[in-house]
């Protein structure tokens, strides 16, 4: 117990303010023999029944192919991994499930059909509904009996889901309710057994969900869209016409709705970030594989520098935040266990602890999908004009992925939150936020220090992230008091304090990790490790320091200005390496590889 406690002493948020120990993370590495078996019995599932497909997936007419697939996949318990045993699925721990989403995430438009049905589908009901509700729906959902549809977002209610117009009427006899309303991008709702449905009562501020089967009648949709990607995932338009659904199947309590909805989005912002980094691997591995076999000059691409610099900054971006993903995913492990001992029920210790991490989860959904982005445009790059071809995996991979930075709220909404929750925890006292900054502020005018570390291992490295949090801290604070209560409106100044604190959890959650497996195996042993996580130091450095100039020539003035300026400098420094041939080592070992090896 008091390795957890000493886990747990953290709160969501609080790395920007607090130092984090290497022993006190989780890293991949140490997941156990029995996760590499789960995570290997997801691998053979794409391989075996999707990848050799994916072209069938996609142009299916109809959605009986994709519910036949989620039926294979609830026998072989992929759809029950996070529900607990006495309801029929696996209780694995959180950051288990998280490995799940991560190699599922390389299938395309079947890991959104199964995502939606393990996450927003079936959560809801685990952790708000009452014990009948979950005896009856949980069991047929973890195996894949039933599927489940998630419908929130309304042609004129898509970020402000508060603001929805879908209406629940009690019936004379107080027995039902009438739900009449439009829902739109309806994941699996041609197929869905189970629709979570959230609408309002009477004049109510707040929604309400219920839990509506499709046997209730007066349902009906749209054709599928027509999308850009995830063309085999079905999504529609629902439209809930007189729709009767009896009393007992309100989830929660009236008008609590919007708080299940925002808590089960923690849940699938985190689990799009991870599941970003198997989509990530996924097309390293044939961009590897492309890059040994194409010849040009009378040599494989993969021999020229240029290819190399792409392959390198793909494996490091991608390493980067699978570190930060399973050192999040490992935290809010640590305080449901401590939530459990305390007392809490299941359901509530998990619900608090990822309310409490939701500042990491907004993180890694805009880093994990900016990764994505960004690996899967460069895949394209590497094949050349084969990579605006269909015929090549490049180009699927490519549309596959741009849904990602919209899903589970937008990434601009995810900046937004990341800043303004952290300071509504320090205006409620949770966290110190402001009296740091007014510390750094200080420091600015002081003789600044040169001292580089007291010789202990990565004493330099751990400085210049300490330094990256004082920008950050520096800028938040000083927009604080200059905006107050209207900084909200300053989004522009927001996101780029977002951007800075996004950096330094990555560049942070990097380090950590090195050092852990430095203590683990030897620094020889983790040398290439070591060069990616420099390389995304430097880039982290370079990202603040362009992020920080913007936000300060947004508000700042006259001395202010050029105070703030000379304080970003001195926080933004890191000593030169030669980033070329870091990349160039950790490229030729994928390529030696022939697939990514990290």
């Known amino acids: 117990m008091a390795t957890i406690a000493q886990k747990t002493s953290i709160k969501g948020g609080e790395f920007l303010i607090k130092e984090t120990e290497a022993h006190e993370v989780f890293i991949p590495e140490e997941f156990t023999e029995e996760q590499q078996m789960i995570a290997d019995t997801c691998r053979d599932f794409l391989k075996t029944e999707i990848h050799p497909i994916l072209d069938q997936i996609d142009q299916a007419k109809s959605p009986e192919l994709m519910s036949s697939l989620m039926d294979k996949a609830g026998e072989l318990g992929l759809l029950g991994t996070a529900v607990p045993e006495e309801y029929e699925g696996f209780g694995m721990d959180f950051n288990t499930s998280m490995l799940v989403a991560e190699v599922l995430g390389a299938g395309h438009s079947f890991s959104v059909a199964q995502s939606a049905h393990t996450g927003i589908g079936t959560l809801p009901i685990l952790y708000y509904g009452n014990e009948e509700q979950k005896k009856k729906y949980l069991p047929n959902l973890a195996t894949g009996v039933w599927k489940a549809a998630y419908c929130l977002t309304e042609p004129d209610s898509g970020s402000d889901a ?5 209406k629940a009427e009690l019936t004379e006899d107080g027995k039902q309710y009438k739900i009449n309303g439009q829902k739109m991008w309806i994941t699996n709702g041609g197929f869905a057994d189970v629709f979570i449905v959230f609408a309002k009562l009477e004049d109510d501020k707040n929604l309400t969900a219920f839990i509506v089967e499709k ?3 007066g349902i009906t949709m749209n054709e599928p869209e027509k999308k850009l990607g995830i063309k085999g995932s079905d999504t529609r338009q629902v439209f809930f016409n007189d729709c009767t659904v009896p009393t007992d199947r309100m989830l929660s309590s009236r008008q609590n709705g919007f708080k299940i909805a925002v808590n089960v989005l923690n849940i699938g ?13 996924g097309v390293m591995g044939y961009a590897v594989n492309y890059a040994n076999e194409r010849k040009q000059f009378g040599l494989p691409i993969g021999r020229f520098g240029a290819i190399k610099y792409k392959l390198g900054e793909m494996a490091t971006k991608i390493w980067v935040c699978e570190t930060a993903c399973y050192r999040a995913g490992q935290n809010i492990d640590d305080l449901i266990i401590t939530n459990v001992a305390a007392g809490m029920s299941d359901a509530e210790a998990k ?17 994990g999908s900016e990764v994505l982005d960004y690996v899967v445009d460069e895949g394209v790059q590497i094949y050349g004009g084969m990579g605006y071809s269909a015929d090549a995996p ?6 596959d992925a741009r849904i990602n930075r919209i899903f589970e709220g937008t990434n601009e909404i995810n900046r937004l939150l990341t800043v303004d929750m952290l300071l509504k925890r320090a ?14 502020a200080k420091e600015i005018l002081a003789v600044p220090s040169f001292n580089s570390g007291n010789g202990e291992a990565f004493a330099a490295e751990k400085q210049v992230i300490k330094n990256m949090k004082k920008a950050a801290l520096m800028i938040a604070g000083a927009a604080v008091q200059k905006f107050m209560m209207k900084l909200s409106h300053e989004q522009e100044i927001m996101m780029n304090v977002a951007d800075m604190i996004i950096e330094i959890y990555a560049a942070e959650s990097a380090l950590l990790r090195v050092e852990k497996l430095v203590g683990i195996k030897g620094m020889e042993a983790v040398a290439l490790e070591n060069d990616m996580m420099m390389l995304n130091l430097h880039h982290a450095v370079g990202l603040c320091n362009s992020a920080g100039r913007d936000a300060i020539q947004s508000f700042a003035e006259g001395d202010e200005l050029r105070v703030m300026l000379m304080g970003l400098k001195r926080f933004t420094k890191i000593e030169p390496m030669n980033v070329k041939n870091a990349r160039r080592r950790v490229a030729d070992a994928l390529l030696e590889e022939g697939s990514y090896c990290f």
């Open 427 to 440: 205006m409620k006292g949770e966290m110190d936020l402001l009296g740091h900054a007014q510390e750094v």
């Open 215 to 217: 046997t209730d009648g």
């Open 269 to 281: 912002r985190i689990k799009l970030g991870i599941a970003a980094v198997g989509g990530s691997k």
């Open 394 to 399: 490049a180009e699927r991979s490519y549309r």
């Open 162 to 166: 508060n603001s929805a117009k879908t």
């Open 351 to 367: 619900l608090n602890a990822l309310e409490q991490f939701a500042i990491e989860c907004a993180i890694l959904k805009v880093h």
